[in-house]
Structure formats: C-alpha cells, structure tokens
Nanobody, 125 residues
Framework: QVQLVESGGGLVQAGGSLRLSCAAS????????MGWFRQAPGKDREPVAA????????YYADSVKGRFTISRDNAKNTVYLQMNSLEFEDTAVYYC??????????????????WGQGTQVTVSS
C-alpha cells in the first residue's frame, strides 16, 4: 500500500508561484509513475503533469506548458509540481497520484492506483 500526502497549496495572486509537494510512503518510489491532477468546482478531474518511472512518458497539459514543472527526488520519496505564472483558471484541488505501471498513457487517471487527499490552490485575479 502506498500513501501519498500533498502539501504546499494555498492562496496566491495571479502571476505568483507555488510549489506543491507529494510525499510517498514505501521503498519503491523510484519505480512509480507519478502524476498531478486537478479538479475545479463543477469540472471533471484533469491531468496536469506526469512523469513515468523510466522516462518514456512525460506529460503536461497544454494549459500549463511553460509554466508548470514536474520533478521528483527519489531519495526523499517526493514528487513536486512547481507552478509559475499562476492564473485564475489554475484554481482547483490538486491531487498527487502514483502508478505501478509505466507507459505512454501516464496522463490517464485510470492508470493510477494510489491517490493523495488533495491540496487546494486558489489564485486570486
């Protein structure tokens, strides 16, 4: 069983930055595909960024390309989402997810077995 705990959300003005962190339990973190998803009120959950364990899949949603960066520190069992130039439309609950699988579809929620509880990001305009 893998437990994921997100942190780093909060309230920020448009144009500002936040860094989300997701700490994972377990000894095999380096083998997981990791992803970030978000869900805004009244909308479906959508992929934001993902990175497979072996690098064959690296995904960014078009709306965040050039502004968000996913990275991981295997020594700390942690994946990060650096969010710059935040926009009002980025307001959502952000979820970290982990998958034991690897493949080109790392942006698909159904690929993931483990989910964090979510962290709220609110961008004021």
């Amino acid at each position: 069983q893998v437990q994921l705990v997100e942190s780093g959300g909060g309230l920020v003005q448009a144009g500002g930055s936040l860094r989300l962190s997701c700490a994972a339990s377990g000894r095999t973190f380096s083998t997981y595909t990791m992803g970030w998803f978000r869900q805004a009120p009244g909308k479906d959950r959508e992929p934001v960024a993902a990175s497979s364990r072996s690098g064959e899949c690296r995904y960014y949603a078009d709306s965040v390309k050039g502004r968000f960066t996913i990275s991981r520190d295997n020594a700390k069992n942690t994946v990060y989402l650096q969010m710059n130039s935040l926009e009002f439309e980025d307001t959502a609950v952000y979820y970290c997810a982990a998958s034991i699988f690897s493949g080109s579809n790392c942006y698909e929620p159904r690929m993931y077995q483990y989910w964090g509880q979510g962290t709220q990001v609110t961008v004021s305009s």
